[in-house]
C-alpha cells in the first residue's frame, strides 16, 4: 500500500474474486471497478482467485497482512474458508461475502451475504419447464433431461441444482439423464454437451447453470445438426441473462434465462457505508431477480 489512500482518508477494501470464468462474472467484476474508486471514497486491492480456493486463501492472508479495512469475498466454493475468515476476525477486518456464499461453523466469521438466491433460480426454471411442457400438450410424456452443472461445490451450482431437483422429485415422468459439471466455462460446456449428444439420443431439456455454458451446448448442437431452442426438439434452459444470451433468447436458440444479478457493487457499498456509520446490517440480503422467455 502507498501512501495516497492514508493521506486522503480513502476505504481500503481487499477484494478477493473468483476467477474470469464467464461473461457474468466479467460484468461483476466491471460493477466492483466502477463503486471501488478514489472518487467514491475507495482504494482497491483486487485479486483474481483463477477459480482456485487456494488462491483466494492466499490473497485473504495478504489483505489482512496489509491491514486493509474491508474484506470483499466472491467464494469459489462453499466449504473449508472457516480457519481463514477466523484470522480475518481476530485481526477484527469485516468480511463481506458477495455472490456466492460459505457454510462456516460460526456465522459470525462474516459481517453479511449479498447476493443471489440461487435455489430460487433453480426451482423458477423447474417451475418454466413444468408450464412449458403443459402448454405443449407434453405434461404426461416422458421427458429426458441433461444438466451441464457449474463448478460443483460452489453456491450457484448447489442452489441451482437443488432448486430445480425440487420440481424433478415432483414430476414422475421427468426422466434426468445425466447432471455433470462445465465448470461455467463455455469450452467445457461445449464438450460436456458433445457428449451427452453421443451418449444419450433422445434429449429433451438441457439445463445449462450458465450462460457461457449454454453458449458451449448450443455451438455442439448446431455442429451435430440438432434442432433446440424454441422452435427446435431439445429445450435449452440458462441462467444468468446476460446481454449476449438475452438476445440468444430473441434469436430463439435458448427457451428461457433465469435472471442473476452481477451488479453487486452499489449493494456492497451500501453495506460498507453503513458499517462506517455504525450501523446494523441484515446478514443475507438478496438481490432482486427475474426471467426472461
Ligand atoms: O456465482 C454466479 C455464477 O458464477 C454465474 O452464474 C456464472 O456465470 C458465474 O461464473
Do not use: H
Amino acid at each position: 500500500m502507498d501512501s495516497t489512500e492514508e493521506s486522503e482518508n480513502l476505504i481500503v477494501v481487499g477484494l478477493s474474486q473468483v476467477g474470469s470464468e464467464s461473461d457474468w462474472r466479467l460484468a461483476n467484476t466491471k460493477s466492483y471497478r466502477e463503486t471501488f474508486t478514489e472518487e467514491n471514497g475507495y482504494y482497491l486491492i483486487f485479486e483474481d482467485g483463477q477459480q482456485k480456493q487456494e488462491n483466494q486463501v492466499k490473497a485473504i492472508r495478504n489483505f489482512i497482512l496489509q491491514e486493509v479495512d474491508y474484506i470483499v469475498l466472491d467464494p469459489v466454493v462453499e466449504t473449508g474458508w472457516d480457519a481463514v475468515l477466523k484470522e480475518a476476525k481476530d485481526a477484527g477486518i469485516p468480511v463481506i461475502l458477495a455472490d456466492r456464499t460459505v457454510q462456516v461453523e460460526e456465522d459470525d466469521l462474516y459481517t453479511c451475504w449479498v447476493g443471489s438466491d440461487f435455489f430460487t433460480e433453480g426451482e423458477n426454471a423447474g417451475k418454466w419447464l413444468k408450464d412449458y411442457l403443459k402448454r405443449r400438450n407434453k405434461g404426461e410424456e416422458e421427458i429426458n433431461i441433461v444438466t451441464l452443472q457449474g463448478t460443483l461445490g460452489s453456491s450457484a451450482q448447489i442452489g441451482r441444482t437443488e432448486g430445480f431437483n425440487r420440481v424433478l422429485k415432483q414430476e414422475k415422468n421427468w426422466v434426468m439423464l445425466e447432471q455433470q459439471s462445465g465448470e461455467f466455462v463455455q469450452a467445457k460446456g461445449k464438450e460436456v454437451m458433445e457428449y451427452f449428444l453421443k451418449t444419450y439420443p433422445n434429449i429433451d431439456v438441457v439445463i445449462c447453470e450458465n450462460d457461457n455454458m449454454a453458449f458451449g451446448a448450443v455451438d455442439a448442437m448446431k455442429e451435430a445438426g440438432k434442432s433446440f431452442g424454441k422452435k427446435g426438439k431439445i429445450a435449452v434452459i440458462s441462467f444468468d441473462a446476460t446481454e449476449a444470451a438475452l438476445l440468444a433468447v430473441e434469436r430463439g436458440e435458448i427457451n428461457v434465462d433465469m435472471e442473476c444479478n452481477p451488479l453487486l457493487g452499489p449493494v456492497v457499498d451500501k453495506v460498507i457505508k453503513k458499517l462506517e456509520k455504525g450501523q446494523d446490517v441484515e446478514k443475507i440480503q438478496y438481490v432482486e431477480e427475474t426471467y426472461f422467455d
